[in-house]
């Protein structure tokens, strides 16, 4: 009779199964822990820990509980933590060399939790990792907003730094003016003046007293008479051309005192202007409000868009390169890979679906993610996710949508679309700012996003009313008029409603922020503005005004005393043609 069974046989086969299945259950799953946090920890460039593992054969799948994610630029927080990871492989795919998960399902999973160790390591990775920095709008978006500093306006500093034209327009027409006088004084006495028109009236008085009566002695000589006259003209002659000449002279100083009187005015409409105490410049208020926020908030999202693009086009690039050393000509006899064409082609890794339920403050936000590998060009899918959580404790809805397209590798699409309702504010910090620090106490804000990035194009924008709000402005506030102001007209608002649109390149892109904000925060500043504007002119004028008086008194004293040298000229015109006029009359 046959022996079915031989029991050499089969006792070395349960050996080694027995061996085998205690292999399995006391070493692979240390195996596979082990080998997750390694591999996980070179990827990120930090610690990846696990508290657990668990591989099941039937049906073939993985459990991870504990599973947390180090920030590589922050190694005492956490990117991401998982509460537990399930997922279910394709057994026949292995045979392939393919990693296809069918269904992964993550619960309670966290983002940016506190680790109480540090993750740091050292590796390069994390020294690649550490230099993923967040790329600041072009422009100056983020340099915030220049308020006109009406308090710190000090009148008596401005004059002592600034030159005055007005005291140089009124010195050079004082020295131009003494110059003048002077020649003239010296003209003066080369003129004809009362000495000479004194010896004229004696000259006449012998021609009356002497004797013979209007015929006889000196008076009846003609000679005598005539000669006296033509000197008394050319006397006259020549005082009325200098008068002529002076009346020029002065006329020409006309305009020019004229200038220097009005000289004085022009400096403080020139100050004025060019301290610029003008509500016009008080564009854009909005941006002094959330401008901070703004501008943190883009630079985080270009944060954690690097991180995501890193992660998805690494194993692509691992890839490509994979595949040009493998086209390098092989050795004679050593033979060469080649990949047939499948019907049905699959990458080599490939997580069909992701189910995740996300703990968030606001309470849980769940969804799925669809066709997560490196390789969407393979596969002619991208990447989709979908998100959403009704009726949580701080909001009444949150949507998130998007997709990450690499299907075709040099067209790559990204978008991404949040819708979030009537989300309970409270004490949610708008700025930071030392001198205008705003928090809304409590509110409900509306919001809607929507980005997308096709190729190196960049567009965006984001829609956020807020409602029923009331907010506060920290003690710092107030340091000014205008910053009082301000703060005063925040506190009285109840909503707002601003956009923010974006435009460019992931590397160099522009933000403009609108909102009706604006208007409110221009009002206020302007009324305060126009008022410490009138109030600065008010006091540059007179502080102007008294600094030009005493050159202005100087200035009007010379101009009197060239006005005394015209009435000296014209004293002696009538003096000469008084003498003259009594010269022809009969005596």
Not at 90 to 106: A, G, N
Not at 476 to 500: E, M, N, W, Y
């Amino acid at each position: 009779m046959k022996k079915w069974i031989r029991w050499q046989g089969l006792f070395v086969f349960v050996g080694i199964s027995l061996i085998l299945t205690i292999f399995w259950l006391i070493f692979v799953d240390g195996i596979v822990k082990r080998t997750i946090e390694s591999y996980g920890t070179r990827a990120v460039g930090a610690k990846v820990e696990l508290a657990d593992a668990d591989l099941k054969l039937f049906p073939l799948g993985l459990t991870l509980e504990g599973l947390a994610v180090t920030n590589p630029d922050k190694p005492m927080e956490n990117i991401v933590e998982i509460s537990r990871t399930a997922l279910l492989l394709e057994p026949l795919q292995l045979l392939r060399r393919k990693i296809i998960v069918e269904e992964v399902t993550l619960a309670g999973v966290r983002v940016n939790t506190v680790r109480k160790t540090s993750g740091a390591v050292k590796t390069p990775k994390a020294k690649e990792s550490s230099q993923v920095s967040a790329k600041k709008p072009s422009g100056t978006f983020c340099d915030g907003v220049s308020l006109p500093a009406v308090d710190s306006l000090d009148i008596q500093k401005i004059l002592a730094e600034e030159k005055l034209e007005s005291l140089a327009l009124i010195q050079k027409l004082q020295n131009e003016l003494q110059g003048e006088n002077s020649n003239w004084q010296k003209r003066l006495k080369e003129l004809p003046g009362k000495e000479k028109f004194d010896d004229y009236r004696s000259r006449i008085e012998k021609l009356k007293s002497g004797s013979g009566g209007l015929g006889g002695g000196l008076l009846g000589s003609v000679g005598n008479l005539t000669s006296l006259q033509k000197d008394i003209q050319a006397d006259l002659d020549r005082l009325k051309n200098a008068q002529k000449q002076f009346d020029q002279i002065k006329s020409g100083f006309g305009g020019q005192l004229q200038q220097a009187a009005a000289a004085p005015l022009k400096d403080v409409e020139r100050l004025k202007q060019k301290y610029a105490l003008s509500p016009q410049g008080l564009d854009n208020m909005a941006k002094l409000v959330l401008g901070q926020k703004v501008c943190g908030g883009m630079q985080k999202a270009g944060e954690w868009y690097e991180r995501i693009k890193f992660v998805l086009e690494r194993s692509r690039k691992d890839s490509d390169k994979a595949k040009k050393e493998k086209e390098v000509r092989p050795q004679r006899g050593a033979g060469v890979y080649v990949r047939f064409k499948e019907y049905t082609p699959l990458p080599d890794f490939l997580i069909r679906r992701a189910r995740a339920a996300f703990v968030i403050e606001a309470g849980e936000l769940s969804g799925k993610i669809e066709n997560i590998t490196p390789d969407q060009d393979i596969l002619g899918k991208p990447l989709t996710f979908a998100f959403a959580g009704e009726k949580l404790n701080q909001l009444q809805t949150l949507k998130l949508e998007g997709s990450i397209n690499r299907v075709v590798p040099e067209s790559p699409m990204d978008q991404v679309a949040l819708q979030l309702k009537e989300y309970k504010v409270q004490n949610a910090s708008l700025s930071q700012a030392a001198d205008l620090p705003v928090t809304i106490k409590e509110g409900l804000a509306d919001m809607d996003l929507l980005a997308k990035l096709e190729g190196d194009d960049l567009s965006g924008n984001l829609t956020t009313k807020v409602k029923s709000a009331s907010l506060s402005v920290g003690e710092g506030a107030g340091k000014g008029p205008v910053l009082g102001a301000i703060g005063s007209a925040l506190t009285q608002l109840s909503g707002f409603t601003a956009r923010v649109d974006v435009s460019g390149t992931p590397d160099d892109y522009a933000v403009r922020l609108t909102s009706d904000l604006d208007q409110v925060l221009k009002s206020a500043a302007g009324r305060m503005v126009q008022q410490q504007a009138e109030k600065f002119e008010k006091e540059l004028k007179a502080a102007v005004l008294a600094k030009a008086a005493g050159p202005l008194e100087g200035l009007k004293a010379d101009q009197n005393a060239l006005n005394a040298v015209g009435t000296q000229l014209a004293d002696r015109l009538n003096m000469g043609s008084g003498l003259l006029g009594n010269l022809k009359r009969p005596f």
